[in-house]
């Protein structure tokens, strides 16, 4: 499944209901889209057109695996709303999570046209064009991404990967370097994906990986 973005709309997409909507955002913040799903439910019974219930019942139906059917609402809501961006990025994501990166480009394309804060659009239209192997527009959108999120280690580990692919070895392992500093759990993150990478790179001895990652290409 595609890495899905925050939700960082706060337009109420019809008529007032932004109270009714908020369990549903407490739900998606704990990781309980079927609660999400239910409560963004009931608003739509009340008022089909509901943009923002649309895009909160779409990130549930994508967070559930539930792809086909949040392509489906989200495209409902950009009936409804088309310069909506979270609308736009959602789709994406959903495009995306079930293969579809032809059109997961094209939807976020469109939220790079109308999102003042076009962060999670970057993101995922980097992953889209990764994706399709397509590794020099992937690290460019990645880098663009990178300039205003440079604490997101998935990222960097994006633009590792990319890098690597594309030949660029010493700035391709800076990268993972970069993406490990900070806890464990980002360095056993590192230390994995590059191990899967492509020209990565694989330790038996613990303490030679722990030297490669302390080292700086700077």
């Known amino acids: 499944m595609a890495d899905e973005p925050s939700d960082a709309s706060n337009a109420d997409g019809g ?3 932004g ?9 998606l913040d ?21 943009a923002r219930a649309l895009h909160i019942l779409g990130v549930a139906l994508t967070m559930q695996g539930r792809y086909d059917e949040a392509v489906d609402v989200l495209g409902l809501g950009l009936q409804v709303a088309p310069t909506m961006p979270e609308l736009s990025i959602q789709l ?19 939220a790079l ?13 980097a992953k889209a064009h990764q994706e399709l192997g397509e590794n020099e527009e992937a690290a ?24 690597l692919e594309l030949g660029e070895l010493d700035a391709g392992y800076e990268c993972f370097r ?4 900070g806890d464990a759990k980002r360095y056993g993150a590192a230390l994995t994906s590059l191990a899967a990478a492509a020209r990565g790179r694989f330790w038996l001895r613990p303490r030679d990986a722990a030297r490669f990652f302390r080292e700086s290409q700077s």
Not at 19 to 27: E, F, G, H, N, Q
């Open 92 to 110: 994406g994501y959903a495009q995306l999570s079930r293969g579809d990166c032809a059109n997961a480009k094209v939807a976020f394309a469109r």
């Open 19 to 27: 109270d009714a909507l908020a369990p549903a955002m407490v739900a």
């Open 178 to 181: 970069t993406a490990a500093r």
């Open 15 to 17: 008529g007032g209901s």
């Open 30 to 50: 704990r990781q309980r889209p079927e609660d999400a799903e239910r409560v963004a439910a009931e608003v739509l019974r009340a008022d089909p057109k509901h």
């Open 113 to 125: 046209g109308i999102s003042p804060h076009p962060h999670d659009a970057l993101f995922g239209m």
């Open 140 to 163: 460019g959108y990645f880098r663009r991404y990178l300039t205003n999120r440079p604490n997101d280690g998935g990222a960097w580990l994006g633009l590792g990967h990319c890098l």
